[in-house]
């Protein structure tokens, strides 16, 4: 079967069409509009270095502090090839398949934009490497989120000149071995194109979308699996009445407290007689806080949209205005921001899902405590809160913002930084740590809503409880929670329940 193509040109990339990209295996190819504008700014820098006796940088200078010094015309393919071997100091665990992925695309549709003045041969190289599935072998450590990410970026290229390594086919190979057997050869790298290969915020943007992508299916497991939590601890529903997000609208808020009514819709548990008149914060401001979080979380997803369309390398050519110009375009200034404040949105949604897990053990509302019929013999669901107050800690600490940082450098030229890599990683970490903790309410929830027998919640809680019955089962005494909680995560990570 033909793999399905989506055609790189200057139409917006949105969320849904990358991970129609991600999830389809599409091939990129690019448009003939895309290949017009890369050869038309190619053209205009050769004319335009042939008619220029003085320098220009990074075309026919060194880089960054080495700014001043100017290098020959014979020396200039030599001069982009040195500046991507020199600057591959990219160090740590590797980074995640789909983010190399990420990187590679927005990388394309950035040179594509017609700006950058590169050999159409090197998108399409990028490219052959997306198709082909050979993933060069990026790490998390090295970026300062300014220059662009030049050591990830370089890490990332070092294939089209036939150095470093690369993962094809599951197995890691050295680059030159593959080039040989896929019958390509090294990419002879023309003026400008290093640093316009290394210039740009494609590590941290790439990490952006990709912890983007996870928490969009995020907000629907925490109102989800918030909204089974609520009905298994007896929970009352008036606080999510629209009159009370009327006369206090913030969007999320109004969008969380409508996901709760359709999802309880028709439960027997949520609108029985109650006996007390109010529910613990956990329970009861779930829409200013899980609100909150959406509201932060598109805020930054329309940060990141702009950041994906955008060219960041420098300089950047602009041939009908006839001027090449050196600017800020790679300072990941907004990126690191958003990232910060996507990291310690996320950590909410695990605050308070670890307050409601407690409250689900904690024997209040005729729940046995720790959820297990004999507790003492049984230590039941004690330990899994452990585990998801220990996770939470940690995303506290992860959510330490590191745009408030700068270490200068390049002997003072670039003396403010970003750290916006530091940011896009730990970020993607918080994500990640979120599953974990929402996986341990949803063990939590589960096994609550059982002692509510025979009563019902709604037909769609009960529908996906159904379905996670198929993989996790009820816990009558102590087992191995760990593995109830792994086959949780893995409910959550494979599933496709959105509201």
Known sequence: MERPIHYISPEKLTYSIIEDILE??????????????????????????????????????????????????????KLQENLVI???????????????RLMLMLKAHALAKGNSAVQLITVQRILDLFNADILPIVCEQGSLGASGDLAPLAKLFLPLLGMGEVYHKGVRKQAADVLAEMGW????????EGLALLNGTQFMSAHAVFTLLKAFRLLDYADIIGAISLDSFDG?????????????????????????????????????????????????????????VKDAIFYVAGVIETEINSVTDNPTVF??????????????????????????????????????????????????????????????????????????????????????????????????????????????????????????????AAQAMEFRRPAKSSVYLESFLADYRQHVSFVNEDTLMYVGINKTIEFLEKGKYSL
């Open 185 to 192: 050869k090294p990419i002879r790298l023309q003026a400008k």
């Open 236 to 292: 009352l529903i008036e606080p999510f009445m629209a009159q009370v997000q009327e006369i206090r609208p913030h969007s999320g808020q109004i969008k969380t407290a409508a996901n709760f009514r359709k999802l309880l819709n028709g439960s027997e548990l949520i609108s029985r007689k109650k006996t007390h008149i109010q529910d613990p914060y956990s329970f009861r401001c779930i829409p200013q806080v899980h609100g909150a």
């Open 319 to 444: 041939p009908d205005d006839d001027l090449i110009i050196s600017g800020g375009n790679f300072h990941g200034e907004p990126l690191a921001l958003s990232l910060d404040f996507l990291a310690i949105a996320l950590s909410e949604i695990g605050s308070i899902s670890e307050r409601r897990t407690y409250r689900l053990i904690s024997g209040d509302r005729n729940l046995p405590e720790f959820l297990v019929a004999s507790p003492g013999l049984n230590s039941g669901f004690m330990i899994p809160q452990y585990a998801a107050a220990s996770i939470v800690s940690q995303n506290k600490q992860l959510s330490t913002p590191a745009s408030v940082d700068s270490i200068p450098s390049s002997n003072e030229q670039e003396d403010h930084v970003s750290m916006g890599g530091n940011a896009a990683t730990k970020a993607l970490k918080v994500a990640t740590n979120i599953y974990s903790i929402l996986a341990i309410e949803l063990y939590n």
């Open 24 to 77: 389809n295996h599409k091939i990129l190819v690019l448009s003939d509009e895309s290949v017009a504008l890369i050869e038309k700014s190619k053209a205009y820098l050769d004319r335009k270095m042939s008619e220029t006796n003085g320098p220009l940088y990074g075309i026919n200078t060194g880089f960054g502090a080495l700014c001043n010094i100017e290098v020959s015309k014979d020396d200039l393919s």
């Open 86 to 100: 020199s600057h591959a100091c990219n160090l740590g665990p590797e980074i995640p398949s789909d983010v190399v």
